[in-house]
C-alpha cells in the first residue's frame, strides 16, 4: 500500500508556471505506475499525464502537451508535475495517483488503486 502527499499548488496568472509535487510513502515506490489527474468545478476527473515506473516513458493528455512535464525521482519517492504557460482552464484540483498493477502508462481512473487528496491550482486570466 502507498499514501500520496500533494503539494504544490496555488494562485497563478494566466502564463505563469507551477511545480506540483506528489510524495509517496512506502519502500516500493518504483513499482508504482504514477499519473496526474485533474477534477474541475461541475466536471469529471480527468487524465493530465503518466510516467512510467522507470520514469522513461510519459503520455500527456492532448490538453496539456507541450506545456506540462511529468517525471519522478525513485530515490526520493516523489513525482513532479511541471505546469508552464497555464491557462484559465487549466485550474482544478490536482490529485497524483498510483497504479500497482504494472499497465503500460494507465490513462483511465479505473486503472489506479491510490489516491492523494488533491492540491487546488487556480489559474487567473
Known amino acids: 500500500q502507498v499514501q500520496l502527499v500533494e503539494s504544490g499548488g496555488g494562485l497563478v496568472q494566466a502564463g505563469g508556471s507551477l511545480r506540483l509535487s506528489c510524495a509517496a510513502s512506502g519502500r516500493t515506490f518504483s513499482t508504482y505506475g504514477m499519473g496526474w489527474f485533474r477534477q474541475a468545478p461541475g466536471k469529471e476527473r480527468e487524465f493530465v499525464a503518466v510516467?512510467?515506473?522507470?520514469?522513461?516513458?510519459?503520455y500527456y493528455a492532448d490538453s496539456v502537451k507541450g506545456r506540462f512535464t511529468i517525471s519522478r525521482d525513485n530515490a526520493k519517492n516523489t513525482v513532479h508535475l511541471q505546469m508552464n504557460t497555464l491557462k484559465f482552464e487549466d485550474t482544478a484540483v490536482y490529485y497524483c495517483?498510483?497504479?500497482?498493477?504494472?499497465?503500460?502508462?494507465?490513462?483511465?481512473?479505473?486503472?489506479?488503486?491510490?489516491w492523494g487528496q488533491g492540491t487546488q491550482v487556480t489559474v487567473s486570466s
Open positions: 510516467v512510467s515506473r522507470s520514469g522513461v516513458n510519459r
Open positions: 495517483a498510483a497504479d500497482e498493477s504494472f499497465r503500460i502508462l494507465p490513462r483511465r481512473r479505473e486503472e489506479y488503486n491510490y
